[in-house]
């Protein structure tokens, strides 16, 4: 049974429209306004052509403070953060002492001594709390401060009429300004594949910064969406899901659960030459020893694949899909895969077996699917 122990400022709000919480990383988080296909299509498509506004407060931020706060956070993750400025952000991996991927974050430097860290239900804040004993430096769980995001095309349009220099903000860049008369910190990330922004606000202000920002932009196309159409989302953009894709949920035979980073495609989040991370001479180690990779599979018509669905290949089960969709927008059927290293190239061919027993022939392919320059997430102006 899950344990509910965070609460977001915005609960009601979601009940009132038929949000049903449930947990995600101790919140009760609105996965589901309604189960319909209909409802999960206009809110992915909301995304993909206007905007939608989604609470994803369950998301947990740490504020990371002082001297040594600099040497905690580069301790911890694989970014090397003396080349983050103050106002700018990075998305950074979290290993363990094996090498093994727990955790990804967003590291934001918002002055010289004062981070703020963004995690998800890993083993985030486990670790900076960890390395800062006895530093210089306290690390300050924030349940206070609450996270909306607004992704789509219009919301650079719709937040200009409110923020000046919004269309400068570069992508992971950071803004302190105000919004309805609110403080807030704007940031140029999200989880959609879209030009979208993070709107980080105290408790007290979200449920006023929710309701404005629906009701004037209700015109422009701006709806509610719920948490669950960001497995939609990240599917076609290639953004993966801490433990959803992971072994944790996979497990193998004959093998504890631990990824690596080069299983997983995020070796990009180590910056070059970084060395002194938890588990660093291990993520070394294990590169070319992949006993898996993720990668991605095109589906043959429009029934999409299901959660957890067989991967086969000339009839043996290689390995599971761990999620796949149907866009009609896009005119693909795609999906995340966990593989065999020899299926993950261009046009291997595959057979998705779903849970009711369909078979679907599909090929291997590269990843994301959709946005693959990145020009639409990075645009300018």
Known sequence: ????????????????????LEDW?????AWFYDHSPERAKADYEAIRTKAGLMDVSGLKKVHVVGEDAAYVIDRVTTRNVEKIMPGRSTYASILNAEGKFVDDCIIY????????????????????????????????FDDDMHDMSLQGPVAVDFLAKHIPGIRDLAYFGIMQTKLYGCPVMISRTGYTGERGYEIFCQAKHAVHLWDSILAEGKDMGIVPVQFSTLDLLRTESYLLFYPGDNSETYPFDDETCGDTLWELGLEFTVSPGKTGFIGAENHYASQGKERFKIYGVKLDGTTPADEGADLLQNGEKVGVVTFGMYSDINGHNVGIARMPVACASPSTKLTVRNGDGTEIAATAEEMPFYDQDKSIRTAKG
Not at 25 to 29: A, E, F, Q, S, V
Not at 113 to 139: D, F
């Open 109 to 140: 430097r918002l002055s010289v001594n004062t981070w703020l860290v963004v995690h998800g239900t890993g083993a985030g804040m486990e670790q900076l709390t960890s390395v800062a004993a006895g530093k210089n430096c306290s690390v300050i």
């Open 1 to 20: 049974m899950a344990i509910l122990w965070r609460t977001s400022a915005l609960a009601q709000r979601h009940a009132e429209i038929g949000g049903e």
């Open 25 to 29: 990383n101790g919140m009760g988080t």
